[in-house]
């Protein structure tokens, strides 16, 4: 079993409906992050949680450290939304390493 | 937020040839950089962890040899491939932490994709 997993691992919606991006990791973490990577490869990090809830426009995280879980939610979707979204952890040991989730990709449909 | 270069964004050499692929942050230093590699469809594959004037920490399976990293200064962290064979070609992308309060922020590189002919 891998030490992040990310539910679903593919998601396909029509436009304007309400997303939703789960992980669940199995360490003790130090901080987890969001990051987006689009068909041409190249990867933004959207958030770094380390508790509770954080927005970016039409982008939600939170996290439930006692659960060990995380969220990740778009509201409106959009076409331009498409692209595989990673849940990624830092250990508590050698924090500055990521682990990663397996991605979960979006295809958002006009 | 910080931004970190990689060149060339893409590269074909032949087999056999060595390629040197760059990694900098432009506007941070970075004490650490990352190297991994992503075959298509798959997820980022940790290669190596690159300090500031010391040696490359490299993972499990990764031929050290074969893949050269230099972490020269603060800002620019080069991997290079060498010999390369066609199994080489891949996607490698390099990313940057930059310590914010007790965390780490991570930035990543545009990547850079290599073919192998």
């Known amino acids: 079993k891998n030490e992040v997993e990310q539910s679903p691992q593919n998601l396909t919606a029509q436009e304007g409906e309400f997303i939703t991006i789960n992980c669940s990791y199995s360490v003790g973490i130090s901080a987890l992050h969001w990051l987006q990577q689009h068909p041409g490869g190249g990867i933004v990090s959207l958030f770094m949680l380390s508790s509770g809830k954080k927005k970016h426009g039409r982008l939600i995280a939170t996290i439930n450290i006692q659960e060990k879980h995380s969220s990740l939610h778009i509201t409106a979707s959009h076409p331009r939304d498409s692209a595989v979204y990673i849940c990624?952890?830092?250990?508590?040991?050698?924090?500055?390493?990521?682990?990663f989730g397996q991605g979960t990709r979006l295809t958002i449909n006009p | 937020g910080a931004v970190v270069s990689q060149h060339p964004s893409w590269v074909i050499c032949k087999s056999g040839t060595s390629v040197k692929i760059e990694c900098r942050s432009l506007?941070?230093?970075?004490?650490?950089m990352f190297w991994y590699r992503q075959f298509p469809k798959q997820s980022l594959m940790l290669m190596a962890t690159?300090?500031?004037?010391?040696?490359?920490?490299?993972e499990q399976g990764v031929e050290k040899d074969k893949f050269l990293i230099n972490h020269a200064s603060l800002t620019l962290s080069t991997l290079t491939v060498t010999s390369a064979h066609p199994e080489d070609s891949s996607f490698y992308i390099c990313?940057?932490?930059?310590?914010?309060?007790?965390?780490?922020?991570?930035?990543f590189g545009p990547g850079t994709r290599l073919t192998v002919t």
């Open positions: 990624a952890v830092n250990g508590i040991q050698g924090a500055q390493k990521l682990v």
């Open positions: 990313s940057a932490t930059s310590r914010s309060d007790n965390f780490y922020e991570q930035y």
């Open positions: 690159s300090n500031e004037g010391s040696k490359a920490t490299y």
């Open positions: 506007d941070f230093q970075a004490t650490t």
